[in-house]
């Protein structure tokens, strides 16, 4: 069983950055690809980013690429995304998700286990 907890959320105008983390219990998270989704209001949630069991392998969302980065600290058990030039519509419930897919995964359905959500909000 893995559990999932996210913080970093928070208020940002346009243009700024924010830097989420994603801690996992267990002793095993290095076994795991990790991924970053989103839901905004209304909408479905969307993937984000994602990245393989060793960092080694990095995906992203064509509407956050080159200013998103994920990046993961096996030996913290941990998750980041690092947010830049951030536009109101990055505006959405952030979850981190952890798949058995070992090399990470863009498809929602290849994740296992869910965090509870970190609110981005980036005003205009």
């Known amino acids: 069983q893995v559990t999932l907890a996210e913080s970093g959320g928070g208020l940002v105008q346009a243009g700024g950055s924010l830097r989420l983390s994603c801690v996992s219990s267990g002793r095993t998270f290095s076994r795991y690809g990790m991924g970053w989704f989103r839901q905004a209001p209304g909408k479905e949630r969307e993937f984000v980013a994602a990245?393989?069991?060793?960092?080694?392998?990095?995906y992203y969302a064509d509407s956050v690429k080159g200013r998103f980065a994920i990046s993961r600290d096996n030996a913290k058990n941990t998750v980041y995304l690092q947010m830049n030039s951030l536009k109101p519509e990055d505006t959405a419930v952030y979850y981190c998700a952890a798949s058995t897919a070992v090399a990470g995964t863009k498809f929602l359905a290849g994740y296992d286990y869910w965090g509870q959500g970190t609110q981005v909000t980036v005003s205009s």
């Open positions: 990245i393989s069991w060793s960092g080694g392998s990095t």
